[in-house]
């Protein structure tokens, strides 16, 4: 990994990691729209504009969202003290905090959980990783490689989020560091363009946190010339690698999503748009008739015709067909006749299924994943009492 | 009731409910958005503007929904049978189906019932609501009268809904009739205007079936001066009496939502417009985690945030306030330093929950109602194996 982590849990609920990156590293970052978000989401997506980052803080246990301006004095001076130690200006130090809701962070805690975190040695990622973590039930990390301008980049990435349990808000956090040198603009728009494919495309319950944030930081020390736009040695390939991140993690997520048992990827083809496709997929993976179908291993089609309906996007009753796994339940607005329910039945038994929807409408295309909605899901949510 | 059912329930998943409507009946109705609808709501929403209804025909068993033109054949073959009986025109007859879904209707056994409601002696409106509906688990129905040009006119409206199972679809079917003389348009002025503030403020759990309607009937028999317009004598009666019926029946298919052990008001208040506040409730009621607190009991006022901060509309976080059964958990964005929850741990524990939000902004309003998400929903729906 092309940077080193320092943790200190040794204060309650409020777990602190933090991680040191090279001068120059460049930072890209893609943030919530849910507009209650916390300061350390305002504060960071003001940031991100200047393009770079000396180190980062995520605190675990406490989103500080919903604190008024007691939480983002809480931020600003942590940022102050952070940049005061590397010697580097305020706005490079990035601060994220996820977990219980409208409790203000307390500051000196926060100050000396990070005077802890600086002297501390530096630890492994999946240290890094529990250490960020809430309710998440395994430590989520995804790697990938490419070669740019003739030497090999490493990109590393760490995620949080999914694991929740009342009274803590979901949140996702995802950090990607890369060895690569990369233009911060040019390193935003694939970071942009990637989100708009993976972490844009997961739900776990439709529900939109006030914290999630994912930053990517290039340090710059795989020596490579920095990539400034697609026509740069090995753009091509850097991008992918940084898709391949984003994804993996992505479906780290969902695989722990709450109470989940099973993995499910929704593919929509011809639809009008590529962004239509991605709505009409989300309606489905959002729908908790199609979520609980899926669960108790029924291949309710009918469920996904309603979801596919109701999403606001153009769609023709009429040319619209419905398969799992491969094998097409309905065709052209309805039941095949000699639809063979035995191969949907075996594979609905499995973990990881696959709902195919074919809008015969254009050549928009795209898949999104969640997860089946289960007991588990209410007992994590309900049964609890803060 | 300003009209008698009969019905027929002896061909098994598709029981027959049927009215007579006297010559000259006014007719307005509410149709699903769902693009993906039935037959019959394609017809029906095609026929009420005609104005004019003879007869009312419900299927209860298979909503006809998905089924080609097979299923369209077999509401046309049910629209002649009537209309041959009835000696009237084919498109004042007006059809609904509800229950599974993809399963064209059987002629055959439809002309059966149909003839068998046509020789039936009259039924009880009691027997009628058990007739239309599905996995119900009780019988709905409303009333309210209304003084117009002197006369009494009486609303009686039937309701089925929210209760389903798998692999039925979730469907509304709402009927109401009344002895009042109207003209068709005005009655569809007064039926949108009610339905936008009764049934579009009403959700189980955010999916959209391909079947919802509701139809309007106004039979003229109570001898008034037919209502054209708001300066009509009693016209502001007859409208406050159809939204409250409307009111009554939506209120009770949230009463009987799948698994619902609690009925949540949510009241926006603050919003830029009424339509806003009503966006802004639905998401809060839409809300997996808000609905998951509820069930748990637990005054977690931060996933009402999140809600409010996901909904897509003007809201700002540093002006919002969030109470629940009247006490202000949260004001103008932060945590009440003298926050009492025992008021609210107490109101929590009812049936019948209050959650007050207050944007801070405008003028705007509105009161959406749900139930709360509970282990009964994914018993109903993911348990049962199709």
Redesign the interface.
């Given at each position: 990994m092309p940077a080193s982590p320092r943790a200190s849990r040794d204060w309650g609920r409020c777990d602190l990691t933090f991680v040191e990156l090279a001068e120059g590293t460049a930072v890209a970052g893609v943030f919530t729209?849910?507009?209650?978000?916390s300061s350390e989401v305002e504060l960071g997506r003001q940031n991100v504009a200047q393009g770079r980052a000396r180190a980062l803080v995520v605190n675990a246990g406490n989103s500080n969202?919903?604190?008024?301006y007691?939480g983002r004095e809480a931020v600003e001076a942590i940022m102050v003290q952070v940049s005061a130690h590397l010697g580097c200006p305020q706005e490079q130090v990035f601060v994220s905090s996820t977990g219980?809701?409208?409790?203000p962070l307390p500051k000196d805690k926060a100050k000396a959980g990070i005077e802890a975190a600086l002297l501390a040695e530096p630890c492994d990622w999946q240290a890094a990783t529990e250490t960020i973590g809430t309710t998440d039930t395994f430590a989520k990390g995804a790697m990938a490689k490419a070669v740019v301008d003739g030497r090999t980049v490493t990109l590393g990435a760490i995620i949080k989020g999914s694991g929740m349990i009342?009274?803590d808000?979901?949140t996702m956090l995802g950090y990607i560091f890369t060895d690569a040198a990369a233009e911060p603009g040019f390193l935003q728009a694939l970071l942009s363009a990637a989100n708009q494919r993976t972490f844009s495309c997961i739900t776990v319950?439709?529900?939109?946190?006030?914290s999630d944030t994912v930053l990517a930081f290039a340090t710059g020390a795989a020596g490579n010339a920095p990539l400034t736009s697609f026509d740069s040695a090995g753009a091509d390939a850097f991008a992918a690698a940084l898709e391949d991140v984003c994804r993996q993690m992505a479906h780290l997520v969902v695989r722990d999503g709450e109470g989940a048992q099973k993995f499910i990827a929704v593919t929509v083809s011809g639809a009008v748009s590529d962004e239509s496709a991605r709505k009409v997929g989300l309606a489905i993976a959002?729908?908790?008739?199609v979520k609980?179908?899926i669960?108790?291993?029924?291949?309710?089609?009918?469920?996904v015709?309603?979801?596919?309906?109701?999403a606001g996007e153009p769609?023709?009753?009429?040319r619209?067909s419905i398969g799992f796994g491969g094998t097409w339940a309905?065709r052209e607005?309805?039941?095949l006749a000699d639809y063979d329910e035995a191969p949907v039945a075996a594979h609905l038994k499995g973990q990881d299924i696959s709902i195919e929807v074919d809008l015969g409408l254009g050549e928009g295309r795209a898949t999104v994943w969640t997860c089946?909605?289960?007991?588990g899901?209410?007992?994590i949510?309900?049964?609890?009492?803060?």
């Open positions: 729209r849910n507009v209650c978000c969202a919903f604190t008024g007691r219980v809701i409208g409790v009342a009274p808000m979901a319950d439709s529900d939109t946190s006030t959002n729908s908790p008739l609980t179908a669960a108790g291993e029924d291949a309710n089609w009918g469920r015709v309603m979801a596919v309906g109701k769609a023709d009753r009429d619209l309905a607005g309805q039941p089946d909605l289960t007991h899901y209410i007992s949510n309900a049964d609890y009492r803060s």
